[in-house]
Nanobody, 125 residues
Framework: QVQLVESGGGLVQAGGSLRLSCAASGRTFRNYTMGWFRQAPGKERDFVAAVRRSGGTYYVDSVKGRFTISRDNAKNAVYLQMNSLKPEDTAVYYC???????????????????WGKGTLVTVSS
């Protein structure tokens, strides 16, 4: 069992930065691919970034060059550094964990095993 708790959301002006954190419980954290997803009001939950247990990273095109995902297996934590934020980045950001997280992007993210409760990021123009 893995429990995920996000933090670091808030209100920021366009062009600003935020760093999201996700604290994970459980000794098997290092076995999971970790990801960040976001859901804007009235829209579906979308993939943002993922980091494999090997450290390999993946991003949706809209955040490449602006967001950086990282993990610290010693601290059971994953981070999302968000720079050059835009109003369209406004959403609730969710941390997720699954051994096959990247495969779930094709088969359906509802199959992702573990989710946090989310943290709200609001970017004002």
């Amino acid at each position: 069992q893995v429990q995920l708790v996000e933090s670091g959301g808030g209100l920021v002006q366009a062009g600003g930065s935020l760093r999201l954190s996700c604290a994970a419980s459980g000794r098997t954290f290092r076995n999971y691919t970790m990801g960040w997803f976001r859901q804007a009001p009235g829209k579906e939950r979308d993939f943002v970034a993922a980091v494999r247990r090997s450290g390999g990273t993946y991003y949706v095109d809209s955040v490449k060059g602006r967001f950086t995902i990282s993990r610290d297996n010693a601290k059971n934590a994953v981070y999302l550094q968000m720079n050059s934020l835009k109003p369209e980045d406004t959403a609730v950001y969710y941390c997720a964990a699954d051994q096959f997280l990247l495969n779930r992007l094709s088969t359906g993210i509802s199959f992702i095993r573990y989710w946090g409760k989310g943290t709200l990021v609001t970017v004002s123009s």
